[in-house]
């Protein structure tokens, strides 16, 4: 056998140089392949022999240079490349059918039937949209060098019942098979015909694959399968020089003992499986990224013996592993990143980002500039907060969503694309070939000014969708007039006495058993669950008015933010209910309760946090209005919440957190109101 590295370099023409300088363009425009390394070592250091991808087009990376795409031939078929000052060249070739809906039969679309054997000589990819009846005589084509060409296949449904994979090319290379939907296409098993695959991509649905069929190929460096489900999954144990393996969104994927035989990995994905324990990971030295996010995990490996291990991801992943298991890894690897949230993951992937361009157009024709779109920021410190300001609800995220998107946002380094992300109906982000295991639904505040963005630039669609977002989740608001009444009813049987201290919002308060925290305090606890500032003020005569009290604590902005509202509507609507006091009861002392950050809503707090610092200085210049701080107490010396405050629920308040509020309030009322 011919060692690998020289074959390439015999068969590309080219040194194998790590670094080299590469750059892409389709259209003028820059471009981010994708380039996944084959040939190469890590991704990033590209080298030929490594394979990118062009709009639906595969190719097998050649030399360095300017590679300036566009696409090419009856609807747009081809691709079509001119490195540095070169002659332009097609370099991938679409195979698909005419679509007659006239009832005669489709017609192949085929470009490599009019070319001439030397211009198949510098086809790097072929993609195969049709399941044709002509398999053989495509496969066969002279000239074709299945060294250096990459094949992707597209198996859509088309109604027959069983389908099997074509005879490939022996010499075949780079292979991938992507199965939209049913397919028929039950099972992977020609495989097995193949020995000398170094790179396999299968995106798979419904069918299984027998990886006895894949592990015939001892030069295998790259396996990607994602969907289906997994036989013989031992088997994997043979690819003892593989380098880049992912397995994600499979079934009957459990164990990962089969890693202890790859001393040469490097990248392992296992997201979406019911992986459990990742501990067989502590052999290989060699690896470097580790992603395992919406899995149940328990156990991540020894990083003792991982000296290069720089990446881990463990998002949705179980709260012991995001946290105790984490925090040893870290310490073990001060140099690792370890994202345990969505959040970590997206600053981690963007913390060089100094640039946001907005298109509003399909991924497929980023050269099309005359729909671009000029909303733009610019700015490393102006990117940077918009980004730490991105907040994930992750209850909603990891799944993906059927549609897509006209709308996306382009992260630049310079003028290097590092990521691109769609924005799908105002909230959700999906991020082309990034580090999330599915979409995100950003919070409400942190989709706001990205809607604004959008429609700065005359692309109001978003931000309609997000505004229909929030009224539907404002139109569920409970009518709490049945909780007035009975206070009412409670205040007709036993009349309240003037001068008392009254306690009101949601549910905080409601669930606060007042006497037993403040015995012998005249204490009245007109807490309404669920509730929001807005219904403070509507309810304020049938709640207040009655007891006319010395001192008034409010808590609310918790569940207004939670159900949409911006922190300033929040700051405004207390302003309203500050205003309703001093004209109507004068002289009572309104304490505002901060806002609680708390483990469910975490991903709020950044708004929580923002209402809370303006009310505060509203507080500083107004008589007889008091911020009351239970913030600083709910955090520990790292300043993280105190997990021991919280109910089962982690968002209400456990007898330990009514402790703390307890200790706050009896505190300031010994300062502030020493009377009995």
Not at 14 to 35: E, M, Q
Not at 117 to 145: F, P
Not at 246 to 272: C, G, Q, W, Y
Not at 319 to 345: C, H, I, Y
């Amino acid at each position: 056998m011919i060692p690998r590295i020289p074959l390439l370099v015999f068969l590309l023409g080219s040194s194998l140089v790590s670094g080299a300088d590469y750059r892409f363009s389709l259209g003028g425009s820059t471009l981010d392949p994708g380039i996944l390394p084959v040939a190469g070592t890590r991704k990033g250091d590209l080298v030929p022999g490594d394979i990118g991808r062009v709009g639906p087009f595969p190719f097998v990376l050649g030399p360095p240079g300017h590679y300036q795409f566009q696409f090419g031939g009856v609807d747009k078929n081809k691709l079509i490349c001119r490195i540095d000052k070169a002659p332009p060249r097609c370099v991938a070739v679409k195979i698909t059918e005419s679509q007659d809906h006239s009832g005669r039969k489709p017609v192949l679309i085929n470009p490599l039937a009019a070319m001439t054997v030397g211009e198949r000589s510098q086809i790097r990819g072929i993609l195969i949209d049709t399941d044709t009846a002509e398999w053989h005589s495509i496969l066969k084509t002279e000239g074709l060098d299945w060294h250096r060409t990459a094949l992707k296949l597209n198996y859509q449904y088309d109604g027959r019942d069983h389908r099997l994979l074509p005879d490939l090319p022996s010499d075949l290379r780079y292979l991938s098979i992507f199965c939209e939907g049913v397919t028929s296409l039950k099972e992977i098993g020609s495989l097995k015909g193949n020995n000398k695959l170094h790179f396999l991509d299968l995106r798979l649905y419904d069918q299984s694959v027998d990886l006895s069929s894949i592990c015939t190929n001892p030069d295998l460096v790259n396996l990607s399968i994602s969907g289906g489900s997994l036989e013989s999954v031992n088997e994997l144990a043979g690819l003892s020089g593989i380098k880049f393996l992912k397995l994600r969104r499979t079934e009957n994927l459990h164990s990962i003992d089969f890693v202890s035989a790859m001393p040469e990995l490097r990248v392992f994905k296992v997201d979406s499986t019911e992986v459990t324990d990742l501990r067989p990971l502590s052999k290989c030295s060699q690896l470097r990224l580790l992603s395992a996010s919406n899995t149940p995990v328990r156990h991540l490996p020894n990083a003792g013996n991982l000296a290069h291990l720089r990446d881990v991801r463990i998002l949705d992943t179980p709260p012991t592993t995001r946290k105790n298991e984490a925090e040893t890894l870290r310490k073990a690897r001060p140099a690792s990143t370890v994202q345990a949230s969505w959040e970590d993951a997206l600053r981690a992937g963007l913390v060089r980002a100094d640039r946001l361009s907005v298109r509003t157009h399909a991924f497929q024709e980023p050269h099309d500039r005359s729909r671009e779109s000029p909303v733009e920021i610019r700015g490393s410190e102006n990117v940077q907060q918009l980004i730490s300001n991105m907040r994930v609800t992750p209850r909603n995220a990891g799944s993906y969503c059927m549609s897509h998107s006209d709308h996306y946002l382009n992260f630049y380094q310079g003028e290097k694309l590092i990521a691109t992300m769609e924005l799908h109906h105002g909230r959700f982000l999906r991020w082309h070939r990034g580090r999330w295991p599915g979409d995100a639904e950003l919070t409400i505040p942190a989709a706001r000014p990205l809607c604004d963005l959008l429609a700065s630039g005359g692309h109001e669609e978003p931000q309609r969708e997000l505004r229909q977002a929030i009224a539907r989740k404002r139109a569920r608001v409970k009518n709490w007039d049945p909780s007035i009444r009975s206070f009412e009813k409670a205040d007709q049987e036993s009349p309240p006495a003037k001068n008392s201290i009254l306690l009101t919002g949601s549910s905080s308060i409601r669930k606060w058993n007042l006497k037993e925290s403040f015995p012998g305090k005249p204490m009245i606890n007109r807490g309404f669950g669920g509730s929001e500032l807005s219904d403070a003020i509507l309810y304020f005569d049938r709640i207040v008015l009655p007891h006319r009290p010395r001192v008034l604590f409010l808590y609310a902005g918790d569940n207004d933010i939670e159900r949409g509202k911006s922190a300033q509507q929040v700051v405004e609507d207390y302003k309203t209910y500050s205003r309703l006091i001093r004209q109507k009861v004068p002289g009572t002392k309104l304490g505002f309760i901060a806002i609680k950050p708390s483990i469910k809503r975490w991903q709020l707090w950044p708004e929580m946090a923002l209402a809370n610092r303006t009310i505060q200085s509203i507080c500083d210049t107004e008589e007889n209005s008091y911020y009351i701080d239970i913030v600083s107490p709910m955090m520990n010396s790292e300043g993280l919440l105190r997990e021991d405050l919280f109910a089962a629920d982690q968002l209400h308040l456990s007898e330990k957190g009514y402790q703390t509020w307890t200790k706050v309030l009896s505190q300031w009322l010994e300062r502030h109101d020493p009377s009995p």
